[in-house]
């Protein structure tokens, strides 16, 4: 006896590819359009041949039995599972088998009006937002709107959104790049892939507040509850590599080569990195960095809210190493504000700055922001107090309650420590080594310890 349900399989339907509509059984077909692309259609009759649609849409053909022949779409094969398919599937035969019948599209349009689809969701959820500053909303302008990965439920409304499709949308395959493999989103891009994940939890839970989804209901992007069960546990955080203080003059004397010849390809990158390194800021920081933030004559780099991570004003105290590479960065442009422009007047990328430590060989080494944890490593060699060290990285210092109290940055005991730390970089290589064995000389700075009661 031939078989009317469940005719198809996921491996049989990955096999099809003439263009046309193949059943399932149950009213319930694939549709593989011309360009090869694949989604599932709910096709049924119902009313009489004559009856309009209740709302626009392509006219499908007169059935002969004297009733009309409607075919809806449940979405993409990419988004809907089969399982899913079937479910929606039959609860469209329930409608159509009450006393009296219920037209699906009637009924399912009448539930999702006003309810808009993720994309929709995703845009306002862009707009209502304070982001931190102008970059961080076009980072994630892209990674909800322009990237291949929300591009699966864009046209997805946001009430039929399961913990399915965010696990799909989570697992997508994603190419090689320069710095990671090819492999499921979650696996190889985890830190990108986690804020995806946040963004889609906080745009639902943003929806389901507006009341266009409906009890009972649980968001389907929540980790501990939905998600966690069902991707792969990460993998133990893997720390920036950094190299040990102790070979930074080293790397700095190459670094001021390259610097000094005006004619090398990687002057501007090895000036830059050079500031990145002897301010101990983010690498963002310094390549956005403008003249207007420099005082000159108070040797102070104040970097406004907009640019930092804490979202905080960070004064940076400028040595006479850091000095010097003001001076010696040549203006291509007196029109251009940025300390370090690229040849065609934008911010450097900072995937220049991790190509000129390949070029140096220390790519495997160490990554720019490597740079830091050396700089945190030597301070604690030097005997630094703990606090000072923090407010040179722009850290938080202390919890919320301690940090309402204390509201200053340390900023004079800075001076004396970069002061410290460029002498340290700037001093021979092979001395450079001896400092990290016996921590007594001119880089050890005296900070008074703070007496606690």
């Known amino acids: 006896m031939a078989k009317t349900m469940r005719r198809l399989t996921p491996q049989g339907i990955k096999a099809l590819t003439k263009p046309g509509?193949?059943?399932?059984?149950?009213?319930?077909?694939?549709?593989?359009?011309?360009?090869?692309?694949?989604?599932?259609a709910f096709v049924y009759r119902f009313g009489p041949k004559t009856q309009k649609e209740p709302e626009p849409g392509a006219d499908p053909k007169p059935a002969a039995s004297g009733s009309r022949t409607w075919q809806l779409g449940l979405g993409s094969l990419a988004t809907v599972t089969l399982k899913e398919a079937r479910e929606r599937a039959?609860?469209?035969?329930?409608?159509?088998?009450?006393?009296?019948?219920?037209?699906?599209?009637?009924?399912w349009a009448a539930k999702t009006e006003g309810v808009p689809t993720f994309k929709a969701a995703a845009e306002a959820y862009l707009e209502t937002r304070d982001w931190r500053s102008e970059k961080q909303h076009q980072q994630v302008k892209k990674l909800l709107l322009t990237g291949p990965r929300c591009a699966m439920i864009a046209n997805v409304s946001v009430d039929a959104i399961t913990t399915e499709i965010v696990k799909k949308v989570l697992m997508a395959?994603?190419?090689?790049?320069?710095?990671?493999?090819?492999g499921a989103f979650w696996m190889v891009r985890r830190a990108t892939a986690s804020k995806l994940r946040g963004h889609i939890e906080a745009i639902l839970a943003s929806e389901k507040a507006l009341g266009h989804i409906h009890d009972p209901w649980a968001n389907p992007a929540r980790w501990r509850d939905c998600l966690k069960p069902l991707l792969p546990r990460p993998k133990k955080t893997e720390h920036y590599r950094a190299l040990p203080h102790a070979e930074l003059p080293a790397l700095m004397a190459e670094l001021r080569a390259i610097g000094e010849d005006l004619e090398d390809t990687g002057c501007m990158a090895a000036l830059a990195l050079q500031f990145v390194i002897l301010t101990a800021t983010r690498a963002n920081e310094v390549l956005s960095a403008e003249w207007s933030e420099i005082d000159l004559q108070g040797r102070v780099w104040s970097v406004p809210p907009s640019r930092t991570k804490m979202q905080k004003l960070h004064r940076t105290p400028l040595s006479g190493a850091a000095m010097a590479i003001l001076e010696a960065v040549p203006r291509l442009d007196e029109k251009n504000s940025l300390i370090f422009p690229s040849t065609v007047g934008k911010p450097i990328d900072v995937g220049n700055l991790?190509?000129?430590?390949?070029?140096?060989?220390?790519?495997?080494?160490?990554?720019?922001?490597?740079?830091?944890t050396a700089f945190r490593g030597w301070c604690a060699e030097t005997g630094c107090p703990w606090e000072i060290a923090e407010h040179a990285l722009a850290h938080a210092v202390g919890n919320t309650t301690s940090r309402a109290y204390d509201r200053g940055d340390a900023f004079t005991h800075r001076v004396a420590l970069m002061t410290a730390w460029a002498n340290f970089l700037s001093s021979p290589p092979d001395e450079g080594g001896a400092a990290d064995a016996d921590v007594a000389g001119d880089n050890v700075v005296d900070f008074p310890v703070r007496q606690t009661a």
Do not use: C, F
């Not at 059984?25 to 360009?35: E, K, R």
């Not at 039959?90 to 009924?107: D, Y």
């Not at 395959?173 to 090819?182: E, W, Y």
């Open 21 to 40: 509509l193949y059943p399932d059984g149950g009213n319930l077909y694939v549709q593989v359009s011309p360009s090869g692309t694949k989604s599932w």
């Open 173 to 182: 395959p994603v190419p090689a790049r320069r710095d990671a493999p090819a």
């Open 90 to 107: 039959e609860e469209g035969r329930r409608l159509l088998a009450e006393k009296p019948a219920k037209n699906p599209k009637v009924i």
């Open 354 to 372: 991790g190509r000129l430590l390949e070029r140096l060989g220390r790519k495997e080494l160490t990554t720019v922001h490597g740079m830091r």
